[in-house]
């Protein structure tokens, strides 16, 4: 028998980390191939900063989950 969850856990961070992989390589690296790389450093800048407040909330959102599964356990 299959563990469906883990499965689509498994698939979502793939997708995920496929993404993010696409949007600053690709991303990053047209910047530096058209504008140079001080532009290319700031195109990374920018889609860090950009991201932060999604990985913050994850984040949070991760710590929630943890204390919540900690406490059905007692």
Do not use: E, S
Not at 14 to 36: D, E, N, P
Not at 53 to 67: K, R, S
Request: aromatic content about 10%; proline content about 1%; some cysteine.
């Amino acid at each position: 028998m299959r563990d469906l969850r883990k499965y689509a856990r498994q698939t979502n961070a793939r997708l995920i980390t496929g993404g993010l992989l696409l949007l600053f390589g690709v991303g990053v690296g047209l910047i530096y191939v058209l504008y140079g790389a001080r532009a290319a450093g700031m195109g990374f800048a920018c889609l860090v900063l950009g991201l932060t407040p999604l990985i913050l909330i994850w984040l949070v959102l991760a710590i929630v989950a943890w204390i919540t599964k900690q406490a059905d356990r007692q």
